[in-house]
Each structure stands twice: as structure tokens, then as C-alpha cells.
């Protein structure tokens, strides 16, 4: 059985320029900051539009997206 990948709009990247790549997490006040070059983040695309989070935005993400997971293996029983 062919298992499905359903992880696809979302992946890692380290930039190789400084193009200003706002996070989404911060982007407004003292906390406002651009993803620049050599600076690993997640990435999830939404509507073909990446939407790009620092590492302490990305690590709540994950937390978030491991308990749904997580509550969708409890409901099979698995
Ligand atoms: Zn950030």
C-alpha cells in the first residue's frame, strides 16, 4: 500500500539571499523581524503563497499540529 504524503505545503528552508522575507508571527511592533539569508524557518504554503515563521513561531506550530496528529491516532486507536 503506497502510503500518502500529506505534509506537502509545508517544508524547511534556509534562504541563500537577504531578499526581506517578513515572519508571519511577527510582523507587526517590537517584536517585527525579516527571515534573511542563512536563516532556517518554516515554510507552509497557503494558496500557493508561502507564508514563512522564525523557529520559536514554528516550534508553537509544530506543537499544535503533533496534538492534532496525535488526537487523530487516539481516535483510530492506534
Ligand atoms: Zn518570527
Known sequence: MPTKAILRHIRVETPRTNHERPCAA???GRKA???LAGDT???IVEDGKPIRYCPPAAAEILDV???D???LRQQLGL
Do not use: G, M, S, T
Request: net charge positive; hydrophobic share 40%; no cysteine.
Open 65 to 67: 499540529a503533533q496534538e
Open 33 to 35: 523581524h525579516f527571515i
Open 69 to 71: 496528529l496525535d488526537k
Open 41 to 43: 524557518h518554516l515554510v
Open 26 to 28: 511577527h510582523r507587526k
